[in-house]
């Protein structure tokens, strides 16, 4: 809940600050991509919560970034087939996938070591 809470804390912070930074490449960077690279992390979380209610959630980094990678498949390449004016972008599938890897890295350093076994 706690990556949730701080993901939705940074999309805020990221679309109210969006219009006020000068550097065009940071600019483009918070525009473009930001938001999917937190949004990967929140989104395992979130689906952690439900996969928890039936077995183990999933916290190795293969089984992370096959659930993205797959999510990633569908907003980007399912997703503008069937929805009028939506664009697909491969490199947001990557972003997304970076999201992952922050969160694998969030939950590997805060669960206790011998749960560190993938």
Do not use: H
């Not at 912070?13 to 938001?35: H, T």
């Not at 970034?65 to 697909?88: D, K, M, N, R, T």
């Amino acid at each position: 809940m706690a990556i949730i809470a701080v993901v939705a804390g940074l999309y805020m912070l990221n679309e109210s600050a969006k219009g006020y930074v000068d550097m065009p490449w940071l600019a483009g960077f918070l525009s473009g991509y930001f938001n999917d690279i937190i949004c990967g992390a929140g989104f395992m979380a979130y689906c952690n919560i439900f996969i928890e209610l039936w077995k183990r959630p999933l916290k190795n980094l293969p089984g992370i970034e096959a659930v993205l990678l797959c999510a990633g498949l569908f907003w980007e390449v399912g997703a503008p087939l069937v929805v009028p004016g939506s664009v697909g972008d491969f490199w947001d599938i990557i972003a997304y996938m970076a999201g992952g890897l922050i969160y694998w890295c969030i939950i590997t350093i805060q669960r206790p070591e011998k749960e560190n076994q993938c």
